[in-house]
């Protein structure tokens, strides 16, 4: 994808971007915290796509071409879906002939691409690095799950499960428990209540098929030499 | 439910109660503060059940028959499930023969009773209010949905559609978008991704069948004369 | 509900009802054979709620106002929903803006209505009977799962699990397997393909909440106890 | 996947497989027909994986090595993991000790991947044919959706909404409903209730991510040219 026509992409996911050509956030920081909304109410809010964060041609064993695709056509396409939606939900909600369950087939599409729009943007922030976790955040995570082994195992397990199928594996921190582990998700749309997410991995089969087929375990080697475990050290 | 009876539940909800009969939190703040777990290791963890934060026969519209079901077989029920799913998940990782699909059959359990411990806790700690909202409280809300009322009307319609099925409606704060907004959410285990739980409305069968049958609007109806407006404000 | 006011109910969950008032069906073999449809078109097709086939007053402990809820407000609730949902359907496929993915939030909850009516059509014609199993299907289902205790103790074991959540418990023979067997389905959407229910358990919380609270335990014996084994015969 | 190979997978899918080597089916009638069981008993079955009814290289549009691993792995996969759950939940029954939801969540992976494995056969068995209805199946398809291209217009529409996510579209005989007519499906586990599968495809990313990455319309096509409709006319 060129310099313009990511631009135009970059601009397309918002019903009234406001993002300038020269303003495309280059780097992690920028892709984290620079969001550019157009609203903060609830019915009219369009979502702007968050920019790569890393070069797409830069990871190992993660081709240029089934990143940029998996940037473009699935979070992108969940961007643009969001923002369609919420136009169709202030349509049905103003329409007094619209049924419940109408409305909520309508509410669920939006709970879905939340979850694809928000997991997205943590997946790719947390990729780019060199794999290698700090010493602090091993220890960290030791305290949580006895040795940091025995969480990448589980963390690991999980995404084998997946594969094949679709879903997140999520290391998450969940507020109300005060505990952090990791989960299963599902269809973008599970998700442990109240649980900040720490490091995402996605498992739909967009994030390895076209590099691997369906050997999910060499995308897992992959996933995790690739993961940017600063970014994921801010999480905690 | 007795006194004893009850302390007898909250203990055996916790393989290892370090909660103290005399101990028991009695308000709202000794329910969401008081937490008292017997570890932070994500494989050990053992949740205590929180108490009810007011007395079940308080409630307008609400009978102390079904308050006092839906929290000891309802929330309690999960608890324990949710106690009871941590040990088979450590048998199963520890054993080299468990297929990861069969893994994830369990982490998938523990997702589903995580999200009804949870939303459960949040529900009954927004009950036992007189259901008046404080003016700034209004206010917020009205900045996110353009009117208080327009918030209101979205989040009945949620409940309506879901009414005769089982699910959540949930306001919540997605820090992600920076964004208060309404969800549907069903099976305790859909949630919005990264996202605080504000105002939580059970909706499965369990929280008004015994007392309204299939008449989920007159529910609904109770659930807002009984909102503590004052827990949902400090969790804005 | 009285007569004329059953007749209502009946008449309206189908937009051109065919039934006339003296053709109601009284008796099982109506309720099940004498289906009226409006139309063999998909598009157009509106279905028409079949009558109880038993008295509703005539079960042994499920109270007639549990069981007429249920059959009035659940099911015919997901007939009319269902009926409605069509016309939706049409009307967004005849417009080209409508994406795709805002289409298949109807076609979801069509199938999730779909799934409602057809398992309480099958659900309330295996009621009604003095459950006592026939010997010839007695061995009949002994060949398919070693003995016919060891079938009602894992259709029994399913139930329990669903109660506090939603679901179905059904015995179906899998046409493509060759396979009489025991499935756990949720959310009226989930079924094994191409498999016919043989005998079908409601595990709603409307199904028994009214009667019997959170003790889904006491609600399946209730079920085994009524059982209209003949009508289950035919289906095998 | 050479000859010998193949033979092994095949037989490696069944745990007392009773194929022998020069038993292999290789005609769409033997895979439809000539299935091999060790067991018509629910505990005891085991399923052996039925051969691709045409040769993984001659589909138009659609690679040998997508063809081949969606064949061997995921339809493959799912064989296995069915034959394994099955041994897992008979242990669990046997043990008085498992808890109903633990059993369910066991019970759950089994209606999935039941979904999985009899979706994916009847997918490939209306697969390697030249793509051309006959006119009595476009007649009779046109007597249920109107027009022929209003039927293949709908079925289309779900399959793109389905891009990007998990999923089946299936053209189905609603046997209660007595009614031809489009599902949308989701995850293996949905399906319509008492349903014959008429046609069936496949829009997991697995089915055609390695051949069009993200462009789910372009393999929409491939699978209407490939559609081996004698097949599709014995199952109306």
Redesign the interface.
């Known amino acids: 994808m060129s310099h313009s026509s990511r631009r135009e992409f970059l601009q397309a996911t918002a019903v009234a971007s406001l993002v300038a050509a020269n303003a495309i956030p280059a780097t992690l920081e920028a892709a984290e915290d620079k969001?550019v909304?157009s609203s903060?109410?609830?019915?009219d809010?369009q979502?702007t796509a968050a920019p790569l964060p890393f070069d797409a041609k830069s990871l190992k064993g993660l081709s240029e071409?089934l990143i940029q695709?998996h940037w473009e056509?699935?979070y992108g396409?969940?961007v643009k879906?969001l923002n369609?939606?919420r136009g169709?939900l202030v349509q049905a909600?103003n329409d007094a002939n619209t049924?419940?369950?109408?409305?909520?087939?309508?509410?669920?599409?939006?709970?879905?691409?939340?979850?694809s729009?928000?997991?997205h943007?943590?997946y790719f922030a947390n990729l780019g690095g060199d794999g290698k976790a700090p010493a602090d955040l091993r220890t960290r995570i030791a305290?949580?799950?006895?040795t940091f082994d025995?969480?990448e195992?589980?963390f690991r397990?999980?995404?084998?499960?997946?594969?094949?199928?679709?879903g997140w594996v999520v290391l998450g921190y969940?507020?109300?428990?005060?505990?952090?582990?990791?989960?299963?998700?599902?269809?973008?749309?599970?998700?442990?209540?109240?649980?900040?997410?720490v490091l995402v991995m996605d498992m739909?089969?967009?994030a390895f098929?076209?590099d691997y087929?369906?050997a999910a375990a060499k995308y897992i080697d992959a996933f995790f030499a690739n993961i940017q475990w600063d970014a994921v050290a801010k999480r905690v």
């Not at 990791?182 to 599970?190: R, V």
């Open positions: 969001k909304n903060t109410n609830a019915f809010y979502h071409k695709s056509n699935n396409g969940a879906a369609t939606l169709r909600l049924p419940p369950y109408v409305y909520n087939g309508l509410k669920r599409e939006q709970l879905i691409r939340t979850g729009v928000v997991l943007e943590f305290a949580s799950f006895g025995a969480w195992s589980e397990k999980i995404g084998l499960g997946l594969g094949g199928g679709s969940n507020t109300r428990l005060k505990l952090l582990e990791n989960y299963w998700m599902a269809d973008h749309s599970t998700h442990a209540a109240d649980t900040r997410p739909y089969e967009h098929q076209m087929g369906a």
